[in-house]
């Protein structure tokens, strides 16, 4: 009987963890309970064919509503960041199971080291830019509560470039 109960205690912890990731959460990602800094809202882009020109907020960030893999996703722009850097709910609403993600990997950022999940995200887009293959970290939730627009995207473009308070991004 305490056989028949322990495997009956597994294959419910098994199903309470694994069927999650199985229903599909895009547009309902949950809340976590870790309390963040919410991210700065988006500000104007102005685009051309290949271009795109993004405002800067009150403090000084370039901030946007990004494309990643079709779906819209508001994103920070750093040049400090190595990669471009997702949490694990905006991975889910992109389409990465977060239960396949390998975090294997140790970052440091600016709240300190955490674990990450390598991918590569099929295209970002903004304005008239369209960059494809772009490799990415996924954080957890807690560790990051936006998106971060980092190098790997940056480096492939033609150029970037401050002028006064807009950023201009060249394909």
């Not at 500000?43 to 960030?61: F, I, K, N, P, Y």
């Amino acid at each position: 009987m305490l056989l028949r109960t322990v495997i009956f205690a597994a294959i419910a912890a098994l199903l309470a963890t694994q069927i999650p990731s199985m229903i599909q959460l895009a547009d309902h990602p949950p809340a976590t309970t870790a309390t963040v800094e919410q991210p700065p809202q988006p500000q104007s882009v102005s685009a051309a064919a290949g271009s795109a020109t993004l405002e800067a907020d009150g403090r000084g960030h370039f901030n946007g509503t990004f494309r990643i893999n079709g779906r819209s996703v508001d994103g920070l722009v750093d040049t400090g960041a190595s990669l471009v850097a997702i949490n694990e709910s905006t991975a889910r609403k992109l389409g990465f199971g977060v239960n396949s993600l390998d975090f294997r990997y140790t970052v440091n950022t600016a709240n300190g080291g955490t674990d990450a999940a390598r991918v590569v995200l099929d295209r970002i887009e903004i304005g008239g830019v369209r960059v494809k293959e772009v490799d990415a970290f996924v954080l957890h939730d807690k560790a990051l509560s936006g998106t971060l627009v980092g190098m790997s995207f940056l480096k492939k473009l033609k150029s970037f470039q401050v002028e006064g308070r807009n950023l201009k991004l060249t394909q």
